[in-house]
């Protein structure tokens, strides 16, 4: 029933490997590990196996299974998505994707008129940026950037801007104004990942398990080497 639909949410996108399961939009359990270097392939079937032990459930009682899609890091996105697929074909459970950025932006609660902006490290200047309103509707796309004085000004001249996550540390450098707040320690974690997987369940917004990939942003790293 979608009412009570459990789905397991793998967050493997940075360096935090997170593994959750939820009924309906409620966490049952978590387990994540946030470190430096990057363990995810020893860490995540272990964490999959524990989260049901402790939740009390078996492979056979998943609804489905989430899985965080990028941008993000290669190898992270890689194991987690190679998991998530693996999950699906053996178990027939259909597959759902979530955007990371959005995610991230479920972990902070902002008033009318403000705006959150979770960011990703890329590499230099550059960063993966998306911009959300107070309902954590996307209202500007994923892009990968390069910050400089004048990023996210349309925003900043209208509301407080809450630039979060591992590439906030940059934007600190280079955004002045009393409108930007910085929050660094923000990580994807699939405890945020349960609410929009829950709705994307009910909506059958599933995708094809076979030729499903996730969002590199390839394409920008050509870009920026080719320009160099």
Same mark, same amino acid.
Do not use: W
């Given at each position: 029933m979608?009412? +009570?639909?459990i789905?397991?949410?793998? %967050? ?14 409620e ?7 946030? @470190? #430096?270097?990057? !363990?995810? !392939?020893?860490? &995540?079937?272990?964490? #999959?196996?524990?989260? &049901?032990e402790? @939740? ?11 899985? *965080? +899609?990028? /941008?993000? !890091?290669?190898?992270?996105?890689? #194991? ?6 693996? &999950? ?5 459970? /259909? &597959? #759902? *994707?979530?955007?990371?950025?959005? *995610? +991230?932006?479920? $972990?902070?609660?902002?008033?009318e ?8 490290d ?30 996210? $000004?349309?925003? !900043? ?5 809450h ?21 660094? $320690?923000?990580?994807?974690? @699939?405890?945020? +990942? ?8 009910q909506?059958?917004?599933? %995708?094809?398990?076979?030729?499903? %990939? ?7 790293v ?7």
């Amino acid at each position: 029933m979608a009412a +009570m639909a459990i789905i397991l949410n793998l %967050e493997t996108a940075t360096t935090n490997c997170s593994v959750s399961i939820s009924k309906g939009t409620e966490v049952v359990f978590l387990k994540e590990n946030n @470190a #430096i270097n990057y !363990s995810h !392939s020893e860490q &995540l079937h272990i964490f #999959i196996r524990e989260a &049901l032990e402790e @939740a009390s459930l078996s492979f056979s009682d998943l609804d489905a299974i989430a899985v *965080s +899609m990028g /941008p993000g !890091s290669y190898t992270g996105l890689r #194991i987690g998505v190679s998991a998530a697929k693996g &999950l699906c074909f053996s178990l027939d459970l /259909p &597959l #759902i *994707s979530i955007p990371t950025l959005e *995610s +991230m932006a479920y $972990q902070v609660a902002i008033t009318e008129g403000e705006f959150i902006v979770p960011v990703l490290d890329a590499r230099r200047m550059e960063v993966y940026s998306a911009v959300f309103n107070v309902h954590k509707n996307e209202i500007r796309e994923t892009r990968a950037e390069i910050i400089d004085e004048n990023s996210f $000004q349309e925003f !900043s001249s209208k509301g407080k801007v809450h630039l979060i996550g591992s590439g906030a540390e940059k934007c600190q450098d280079v955004l002045k104004g009393d409108n930007f707040q910085f929050n660094t $320690q923000i990580v994807p974690s @699939a405890r945020e +990942m349960a609410t929009i997987a829950f709705n994307k369940f009910q909506n059958k917004d599933f %995708e094809d398990v076979a030729y499903f %990939e996730p969002y590199y942003l390839k394409d920008f790293v050509l870009q920026t080497k080719k320009k160099s």
